[in-house]
């Protein structure tokens, strides 16, 4: 634009050199041809920095889109078009960042333990799903202090005290009847706090089923054992004597050890391993044969055992052997708590699964110890006599089957009426038999 107007002045002089004009006529046209010039300048620059000046105003987050369009300046085009460069370099910065964001939030928001951030001044920033569950009164429309928010003690106390003592992290804590563990990362640079409670009920739960299964385990063995040395003892002390009972009392207790090790190793066996031994099988031998197996201890207690299969449900794929633990620890169990009346054991189908319920008309289960009772060790009724239980592993075994053929095993009992467990069978259970073929 400047070399435009230049241009011009230049031109004029020349022009009237030529024609011998006279010094004032040549003032007096350079004057007016610079005046014109600057006139032009003037307007072209006053409108190019408008149109810069709009659109400058024009850009916002929301429509990062816009772009500096054509100057008659030279040099602001020149300008308007390195801005436009820039510009578009933004917008894919923007862009991918925006993508990672997105990512970022999702990722954050699958996870199931609370996460939150917040700044120094303990105002909460964001938080995931888990977080908003765990504590209601979040409103994430507004800004809200964590002391709004949080109402645990312990955890308020441990916010607290995160940015002078974060040694003291991670911190055990139990919250709305679970257990966490709270760590925490801090930004001196952003001025942000990230907080996240680790839910570890699972690891809880699993800690307190080894130190229920170490304690029970020790109870069954100390038991038989203390009783075997306590009638040693006493006969070493009457060595003349007819100790004929002492002996069976020992036999017993003996043989209920064998059972205990024995049982042990068939759980270890049956948690170490993924192989069935499948093949098709009737089921109507199969189920003469448990009736037979069963029969003493049936009669023993002047029960009945009853077999229903409905029509058409003759074969399936099992692990014959596994499947036939499955009812003769069933109906033990049942006996132990059934005194009239008997056991009933019934097969269909649902769909392509085939199901099974064994149901006794016993004494049943109080409702806080269903959940339980597949524990090993676990004892629904203390006050029992120990004496008439089996090893307490029987319920334990047999889920571990079933969970070998894919299934599902469920309990419902209600006190005084019985218990009946429900067997649920894949044909999974096929494939599974093909897999193990040799080729």
């Not at 009346?341 to 008309?361: H, L, M, N, P, Q």
Request: charged share 25%; net charge neutral.
């Amino acid at each position: 634009m400047l070399l435009l107007a230049g241009g011009l002045i230049l031109t004029a002089n020349v022009v009237l050199a030529w024609l011998n004009a006279g010094p004032w006529l040549l003032v007096s046209v350079s004057a007016v041809v610079t005046g014109l010039a600057l006139f032009l300048v003037h307007t072209w620059l006053s409108r190019d920095l408008r149109q810069l000046r709009n659109r400058a105003e024009e850009l916002s987050p929301q429509d990062r889109k816009l772009r500096f369009g054509e100057l008659r300046t030279a040099e602001l085009h020149t300008m308007a078009q390195k801005l436009n460069q820039a510009l578009a370099s933004f917008d894919r910065a923007i862009g991918h960042l925006a993508v990672h964001r997105a990512e970022l939030r999702l990722l954050l928001n699958t996870l199931e333990d609370p996460l939150w951030s917040q700044d120094d001044a303990g105002k909460v920033l964001w938080a995931n799903a888990p977080f908003k569950k765990l504590f209601p009164a979040f409103d994430p429309s507004r800004e809200q202090p964590f002391r709004e928010i949080i109402r645990d003690p312990e955890l308020l106390e441990a916010i607290l005290s995160s940015p002078t003592a974060r040694d003291q992290l991670p911190l055990s804590l139990s919250i709305a009847g679970h257990d966490y563990i709270l760590s925490s990362s801090h930004s001196v640079s952003n001025r942000r706090y990230v907080f996240i409670l680790h839910n570890i009920d699972a690891m809880e739960k699993t800690a307190r089923m080894k130190k229920d299964f170490i304690v029970n385990l020790a109870h069954e063995l100390r038991t038989p054992l203390t009783a075997i040395k306590g009638f040693t003892e006493a006969m070493q002390e009457t060595p003349g004597q007819d100790h004929n009972r002492h002996q069976k009392i020992i036999l017993s207790h003996t043989n209920r050890l064998i059972h205990l090790i024995r049982d042990l190793e068939q759980l270890i066996r049956l948690e170490s391993t993924s192989r069935l031994e499948a093949r098709e099988i009737e089921l109507g031998p199969f189920f003469a044969n448990l009736s037979l197996i069963l029969e003493p201890d049936i009669q023993a207690k002047g029960l009945s055992l009853s077999v229903e299969l409905e029509d058409g449900l003759e074969r399936m794929v099992c692990d014959p052997f596994r499947f036939e633990q499955i009812f003769i620890n069933l109906a033990q169990n049942s006996l132990r708590y059934t005194d009239t009346g008997g056991i009933s054991i019934r097969g269909g189908k649902e769909g392509a699964t085939t199901v099974f319920t064994v149901s006794d008309t016993g004494r049943g289960i109080q409702a806080e110890h269903l959940d339980r009772i597949f524990e090993r060790f676990y004892v629904a009724d203390p006050s029992r006599n120990r004496g008439l239980s089996g090893t307490g592993l029987g319920l334990a075994i047999v889920k571990h089957i079933v969970l070998l053929h894919q299934g599902e095993i469920t309990v419902n009992s209600e006190t005084g009426r019985g218990t009946t467990f429900r067997i649920s069978i894949p044909p999974l259970a096929e494939r599974h038999n093909e897999a193990d073929q040799p080729n």
